[in-house]
DNA sequence: ACTTTCCGTTGACCTACGTCAAGGTTTCTC
DNA sequence: GAGAAACCTTGACGTAGGTCAACGGAAAGT
């Protein structure tokens, strides 16, 4: 496989110059998790940042008693791990491959090089940190400002949006992952689909899909203007 | 007052080439906020970023029913309102001078060119945001896994560190506002307040101080081996 | 100094949501 | 393709913490 042109097609690289492709591509290691696998732990040192080239990666907390909450789930071309990469710190989550993955490694030091000398990636990389402080933002919003239903509908109406406004939603992950996205447990999550059911809101017969039937009610929701009966 | 001089002790400019401190004076525009006024609102565009030179900010999120959460509450030397200047959209939170503050605005397409020629600034920017996003990872964690006798005594420790370990603690801020840092409300903040203080864990007479009388039970309810009677 | 507003505390009450348990079903694994 | 493991759902139950109300004290604006 050619890794710069891999590269060339990375957001975060969108618009480098050939000979920094080049550079990249001779510093970026190509890793494999298997499913299930841990990619770096809580407090594990950060030596470098890697970048999706298939498959898929949830970056979560743990509490002591095993309850998950999931901070990110990352697909193909996006970046994750870079936050020890500039605070020189550890880790402050862990995360796990839910899917085969391919990653390309950035080394810390030679991706600083980089930085030193392209500053483009430098931006890129500033706007890729300030989309998931608004992202983490939002998050915080709904686990302290918002119940449960409230943040569902956000998240069902966030998912539609991606896929150009549909109204069949292609969940792409298990309900007891989505739950732990919510900062839910599956159990409640259950209860509350089988609720907005009951009121034809949704249908959500299969597995990893839901169906939008009220968009209005489902915003309202989200905007904390009606409750669930 | 040379604005050079005030630049050269913010963190974010550590470091940098006089010739730029200038450059940056020239660019910075001084501003003031009284106490209670609003900095910007969620949705605002922004055209550009503070760093705080006195006083103090609340950066915060609100509900429809008027629950507040607070995001940061930052002080001297900080920089706070970037992320629109780096994604191109909108603030996703408001921001409101609880102190009389003085601040330079740096406007954004200055500060931009400013990076793609000093890349040094870049680093110093990429830390600052990096950070935040695990002051935000710790926070979403505390509001999503942990209760608020957990969180209260996770966050007397963060203070208790930054004062080199003491014991008396000054809190800087109203209950009312600590209790919108927890994700909590006064009532509940009371409630545990007294509730440690029963327990000889702390003591709590004054209206901003808080006295740790047992370290040990306080690192002990924020690791979540411990829970109050 | 006076008044108005904000702050902190406590009590009685309620509810959203987590826990525990048990069932059926789908999906890995070997 | 058989067994194991993980997933989803529903019911009964418990509780952390939010809501509403009331009151004394501090602080801020005039």
């Known amino acids: 496989m050619d890794i710069a042109k891999q590269l060339s097609h990375i957001p ?27 990619v770096f732990a809580e407090g594990d040192p950060g030596i470098g940042f890697h970048i999706i080239t298939s498959g898929r990666i949830k970056v979560y907390k743990t509490s002591p008693d095993g309850k998950e909450q999931i901070l990110h789930i990352m697909s193909q071309g996006e970046p994750f ?9 550890r880790f402050p989550a862990y995360a796990e491959a839910i899917a085969d993955t391919n990653t390309l490694f950035m080394p810390r030091d030679d991706f600083m ?24 933002t939002s998050l915080i919003e709904d686990l302290s400002l918002r119940e449960v239903p409230g943040r569902l509908a956000a998240y069902l109406l966030y998912l539609s949006e991606r896929d150009q406004g549909t109204d069949d939603i ?60």
Do not use: W
């Open 81 to 89: 791990g870079e936050v020890p990469v500039f605070t020189g710190q």
């Open 170 to 229: 292609n969940l792409e992950i298990s309900k007891t992952q989505l739950a732990s996205i919510l900062g839910t447990i599956p159990e409640t999550l259950s209860r509350i689909l089988a609720r907005m059911t009951r009121e034809a809101i949704i249908e959500s017969d299969d597995k990893r899909h839901v169906r939008i039937c009220d968009r209005t009610a489902i915003e309202e929701l989200a905007a904390g203007e009606r409750r669930l009966a």
């Open 113 to 136: 090089n980089l930085i030193r000398t392209e500053p483009s990636v430098a931006l890129s990389m500033l706007s890729v940190l300030s989309m998931r402080l608004k992202r983490f």
């Open 12 to 38: 975060l690289f969108q618009g480098l110059e050939p000979q920094y492709l080049e550079t990249l591509a001779r510093i970026a290691v190509k890793k494999f998790f298997k499913r299930g696998e841990t």
